[in-house]
């Protein structure tokens, strides 16, 4: 079967370093995604790996190891607004999202 | 910002009624999609429709029923629901839904309790 494993919550401290990490085992890899989710809000799109390496766009970077059905993001200088669920989606063969359940980032002061 | 808007944003209904969600896309897209969240599951993929046609039906109960008047529009009917269909009803869209790389965009959710 298909499977996206990723920590159910995570808690950091403002103006820290999180890395959220993202296995999977998948029907096929046509690339992986990563959402943010705030309460009540919509998943909006935070990056996109399909080739192995290191994405980074600002605060945030998307690492991806198709060798090893791995992946992580990583936000750097926490802030107060990055409490959310960040979700982890990885695109198959027939070009569907599988989804893991999200992993809930409570940054404190 | 979301190019996806849904209505209603909240819901309740009793097992009995019949109500429907509504999803527009504003982003010149050409599928559109619609998925089933609950708390601390992963999002379910129900529904996927290309250019108005329906590519895909994940299992989908009877008691849903989509529909697609064109491809910046987007209905789900609900009739004889049941408590466990309670839930955020999330819709997308995307450019198509068949090839790599294609980043889907969300509306925000109607928020459906039934009683």
């Known amino acids: 079967g298909q499977n996206i494993d990723q920590p159910t919550e995570m808690t950091a401290t403002e103006g820290a370093i999180v890395q959220i990490n993202c296995t999977y085992q998948t029907s096929g890899f046509n690339g992986l995604f990563w959402y943010q989710q705030h309460a009540g809000e919509a998943p909006t799109f935070l990056s996109y790996?399909?080739l192995d390496g290191l994405e980074e766009k600002g605060r945030f970077s998307s690492f991806l190891s198709r060798s090893k059905g791995y992946s992580y993001l990583l936000l750097k200088e926490l802030q107060m607004k990055d409490s959310a669920s960040y979700l982890c989606a990885v695109m198959d063969s027939n070009y569907q999202l599988i989804w893991g359940a999200g992993t809930k980032l409570i940054i404190k002061p | 910002e979301t190019g996806v808007t849904q209505t209603p944003r909240h819901l309740v209904m009793g097992m009995t009624n019949k109500k429907s969600l509504k999803c527009e896309q504003h982003?010149?897209?050409?599928?559109m999609y619609w998925y089933k969240q609950s708390a601390k599951k992963p999002l379910e993929l129900m529904f996927v429709y290309n250019f108005k046609e329906q590519t895909e039906n994940n299992s989908v109960p009877s008691r849903f029923s989509p529909e697609c008047p064109n491809s910046s529009h987007l209905f789900l009917h609900l009739h004889t629901l049941q408590p466990e269909d309670s839930a955020l009803y999330l819709c997308?869209?995307?450019?198509?839904?068949?090839?790599?790389?294609?980043?889907?965009?969300f509306g925000p959710g109607t928020r459906l309790l039934v009683l």
């Open positions: 790996n399909v």
């Open positions: 997308a869209s995307s450019q198509t839904s068949f090839t790599g790389g294609e980043t889907q965009y």
């Open positions: 982003l010149g897209h050409n599928a």
